[in-house]
């Protein structure tokens, strides 16, 4: 059974940045896509950045340029470095795994594996 936990949440002032991490238990099958979903409260959650095992990311318009996927497999942890943060980016941040995938949908039907969310303000 694969678990993810995810920590790295918390309030920062715009401009300012966060790494978001993401741990990883249990056989995750390869090849296997892994990404990071928000949620803003009120909002449908949406999927903002994926990577698959072979390394290649994908991101979301509204995060590109200013956020990074990667990956450690050695240490089976999966992150997201967010820069110049803006007050829109404030949401509940999940991880989430699919296994035998290779591709990089943004749809949360496409993922099986999801962790509890880490929650990031970014307030003045």
């Known amino acids: 059974q694969v678990q993810l936990v995810e920590s790295g949440g918390g309030s920062v002032q715009p401009g300012g940045s966060l790494r978001l991490a993401c741990a990883a238990s249990?056989?995750?099958?390869?090849?296997?896509?892994m990404g990071w979903f928000r949620q803003a409260p009120g909002k449908e959650r949406e999927g903002i950045a994926t990577?698959?095992?072979?390394?290649?990311?994908r991101y979301a318009d509204s995060v590109k340029g200013r956020f990074t996927i990667s990956k450690d497999n050695a240490k089976g942890l999966l992150y997201l470095q967010m820069n110049s943060l803006k007050p829109e980016d404030t949401a509940m941040y999940y991880c989430a795994a699919e296994p035998m995938y290779s591709g990089s949908s943004f749809s949360v039907a496409r993922f099986r594996y999801w962790g509890q969310g880490t929650q990031v303000t970014v307030s003045s």
């Open positions: 249990g056989y995750i099958s390869s090849p296997y896509t």
């Open positions: 990577i698959n095992s072979g390394g290649y990311p």
